[in-house]
């Protein structure tokens, strides 16, 4: 059996990237995790960036985002769409989800049955990314206002 984790083309240039590391969303101070930590909220992937998708999971009541690079953009497409289906669920349980083949640029996932999350509250990457950056202007705001500046 072969899981996300541990599948050939879960890789760039030839190292793994699976999981990937993390770092918080809050810019008020640098904080960064490593492992198959948190559950899944967000993936985005974007046409201009063809072979990176972008995560974002909760843990410890905090956002944090990573990148999973590759070197085959139809993959990292197919993982984007596989990982659509995941929302809500732990990324150890997504690291151990199967896949049966990638053959002949067709990507058959093995779905174990689960709830499908099909609308996450951010209707594009576009509205997502907007939404992150109006949250840390506002922190920032709010910080320098509590520092008399």
Same mark, same amino acid.
């Given at each position: 059996? @072969?899981?996300?984790?541990? /599948?050939?083309?879960?890789?760039?240039?030839?190292?793994?990237?699976? =999981? =990937?590391?993390?770092?918080?969303?809050?810019?008020?101070?640098?904080?960064?995790?490593?492992?198959? @930590?948190?559950?899944?909220?967000? @993936?985005?992937? +974007?046409?201009?960036? =063809?072979?990176?998708?972008?995560?974002?999971?909760?843990?410890?009541? +905090?956002?944090?985002?990573?990148?999973?690079?590759?070197?085959? #953009?139809?993959?990292?497409?197919?993982?984007?769409?596989?990982?659509?289906? /995941?929302?809500? *669920?732990?990324?150890?349980?997504?690291?151990?989800?199967?896949?049966?083949?990638?053959? #002949?640029?067709?990507? *058959?996932?093995?779905?174990?049955?689960?709830?499908?999350?099909?609308? =996450?509250?951010?209707?594009?990457?576009?509205?997502?990314?907007? &939404?992150?950056?109006? &949250?840390?202007?506002?922190?920032?705001?709010?910080?320098?206002?509590?520092?008399?500046?």
């Amino acid at each position: 059996m @072969v899981t996300l984790r541990s /599948h050939p083309l879960m890789s760039y240039r030839g190292i793994p990237n699976w =999981p =990937p590391s993390w770092t918080s969303t809050c810019l008020k101070e640098k904080k960064t995790l490593k492992g198959e @930590v948190g559950i899944l909220k967000h @993936v985005i992937r +974007e046409d201009q960036l =063809p072979t990176k998708c972008f995560l974002v999971i909760e843990y410890g009541n +905090e956002a944090y985002m990573g990148c999973v690079i590759f070197d085959n #953009a139809t993959f990292c497409e197919q993982i984007h769409d596989l990982l659509q289906h /995941h929302h809500g *669920r732990s990324m150890k349980e997504i690291g151990d989800l199967s896949l049966l083949s990638f053959v #002949a640029g067709e990507f *058959r996932p093995f779905l174990r049955s689960a709830p499908f999350f099909s609308n =996450p509250p951010f209707r594009s990457s576009a509205n997502f990314l907007l &939404t992150l950056h109006r &949250t840390h202007i506002k922190n920032k705001t709010r910080d320098y206002q509590r520092m008399g500046k």
